[in-house]
């Protein structure tokens, strides 16, 4: 699937996203950000059957774009899953975001504790660099 596909794909089944998928047509991780708060917002709702709406999508998505293209892959762990709040209701997400996406999660999260971890390592060679004061 292509970015072009994945926003008619928004537009065909969440019509209420269609004013900001055409506003931002071509910028697909602020489309993926619209997406995320429309989730966010059907969480808070506890709408569990549009959560799942979405899910599915996503996973469409990606499935479909891992033989052409990374630009989705991309866009929904950056852009979606990457921050994603589950509010308390992680097991229920859990099983909503199916098996492909569920890996793509905890793979990211993976990533971010990785980037954190080497973060931290870096800022604590640097404090150790630095030169002592005097009391």
């Known amino acids: 699937m292509t970015p ?5 794909e928004v537009v065909q089944r ?10 931002n047509r071509g910028l697909l991780h602020v489309i993926m950000g619209n997406l995320y708060c429309y989730t966010q917002e059907q969480l808070s709702a506890m709408r569990w059957n549009e959560i799942d ?7 469409e998505a990606y499935t479909a774009s891992r033989k052409t293209t990374s630009e989705i892959e991309n ?7 990457e921050y994603f709040e589950f509010h308390e209701h992680e097991g229920q997400i ?3 975001l199916g098996p492909s996406l569920a890996e793509l999660y905890d793979d990211q999260m993976r990533y971010m504790e990785d980037l954190a971890g080497r973060a ?7 404090d150790s660099n630095k ?3 005097e009391s």
């Open 4 to 8: 072009e596909q994945f926003e008619q």
């Open 14 to 23: 969440f019509p209420m996203l269609a004013d900001k998928v055409t506003e």
């Open 53 to 59: 709406r979405v899910f599915r999508l996503l996973d």
């Open 75 to 81: 866009a929904i762990r950056v852009s979606f899953l």
């Open 94 to 96: 859990r099983e909503l």
């Open 120 to 126: 931290a390592e870096q800022r604590a060679a640097a």
């Open 131 to 133: 030169p002592q004061s």
